[in-house]
């Protein structure tokens, strides 16, 4: 069987190695993995995983994110954003599924990803049960 990790590294489209500098804008719909120096922004319709050795000074935007390494800037995962224990996040987030491993640092806000279905059919039930309260 694949660990959790060997999963992650299998479903990668894109690797930005150990040993790679890139600087710029970053728009792709498959799922990414880096493992050298980002500047820029990175915009993903997929997952993105910021290895160990991952430095990012960008603003990051995927669906699901692990950070193993070290993010300056601020993310947004639209499902679950993960931090390792050797990640670390300088910014704000905004995530759906917010998981700190023992030892995953973060210095900034966090605002979690309010889902108005749930919160609507809540309201609904409440203010359903209130109207037969008045009847």
Do not use: H, P
């Not at 980002?38 to 990012?56: A, L």
């Not at 995927?62 to 996040?89: C, F, K, M, P, W």
């Not at 917010?98 to 203010?127: A, F, H, P, W």
């Amino acid at each position: 069987m694949f660990s959790k990790q060997e999963k992650l590294i299998n479903n990668v489209d894109t690797v930005i190695g150990a040993l790679t500098q890139f600087e710029g804008d970053l728009n792709t719909q498959a799922s990414i993995r880096i493992d050298g120096d980002f500047k820029g922004n990175i915009r993903c319709d997929g997952d993105i995983v910021i290895g160990s050795e991952g430095k990012v000074e960008a603003d990051v935007k995927g669906r699901d994110l692990t950070i193993a390494g070290q993010v300056n800037g601020d993310v947004y995962a639209s499902g679950t954003l993960r931090i390792e224990a050797t990640g670390v996040i300088n910014g704000d987030i905004t995530m759906g599924v917010l998981v700190i491993e023992e030892g995953g640092n973060l210095t900034g806000r966090s605002n979690m990803i309010v889902d108005d279905s749930k919160k609507s059919k809540s309201n609904q039930k409440q203010e359903a049960s209130q109207e037969e309260q008045v009847s």
